[in-house]
């Protein structure tokens, strides 16, 4: 089953909004990526993280991955029109050798002008 | 910018035709992968390859199969295509994994499958 769950689901906020989306493993990950997909786009890798409590920044994207590697934030601060799409973020999950990059379920984000 | 085609970038079928979806990438990526995506919803691995000749099956049940005769191509063929088949065919490629740094996923624009 889904092993990397994303919240919320849908978010709609005012142009000039915060906004953040939470990604929950049942498993620790090895990283965890970001993807942005715009509407009627392809995903868009965004970021990778690796260590346990890194936090990155892009302009108004700050990306968090969790001290026990198992969860991870993205925070937009003060949106704008140009940040509508899907994120989804992206954990490898490691099982006796193999790796496998599991997208989690994905949240919306539209905005009111 | 990811060099990664699909094609064709649209199709409307009648039921039981057999079809191929083309994905190209010129990266020489070793990993390809095919997901399927209802609009705006979850991603869907179906299909992924390590390199030639190496096919898997993913994590949602699919009767579509693939082929990696090349490195650079990787096709996915319905035989007998239905109304549930429905969807956007997402292709992908990335390069081997480097210790934790598991390189990226690029994704071709997909192509957007109907049935009738």
């Known amino acids: 089953g889904q092993q990397v769950m994303q919240i919320p689901q849908y978010q709609h906020v005012q142009e000039g909004e915060d906004f953040t989306t939470y990604c929950n493993s049942s498993t620790t990950l090895s990283n965890i990526q970001w993807y942005k997909q715009r509407p009627g786009g392809h995903p868009v890798f965004l970021i990778q993280l690796v260590k346990s409590g890194e936090v990155k920044k892009q302009k108004r994207l700050t990306f968090q991955f969790g001290e026990a590697k198992k969860n991870s934030s993205l925070h937009i601060t003060a949106t704008q029109t140009t940040d509508v799409g899907t994120y989804f973020c992206a954990g490898l999950i490691s099982n006796f050798g193999n790796e496998k990059l599991t997208f989690g379920t994905g949240t919306r984000l539209t905005i009111i002008p | 910018e990811a060099d990664i085609y699909q094609t064709p970038r649209y199709l409307v079928i009648g039921t039981g035709k057999k079809i191929t979806l083309e994905c190209s990438q010129t990266?020489?990526?070793?990993?390809m992968y095919w997901y399927q995506q209802d609009p705006g919803m979850e991603l869907h691995l179906i299909h992924y390859?390590?390199?030639?000749?190496?096919?898997e099956k993913g994590d949602l049940s699919s009767e579509s199969t693939v082929s990696r005769i090349r490195t650079e191509h990787f096709p996915l063929t319905l035989e007998s295509a239905r109304p549930s088949h429905t969807s956007q065919y997402l292709c992908a490629s990335s390069e081997s994994v480097r210790g934790l740094y598991y390189n990226e996923q690029f994704f071709g624009p997909g192509t957007r499958l109907t049935v009738l």
């Open positions: 990266m020489g990526h070793d990993k």
């Open positions: 390859s390590y390199g030639v000749n190496s096919t």
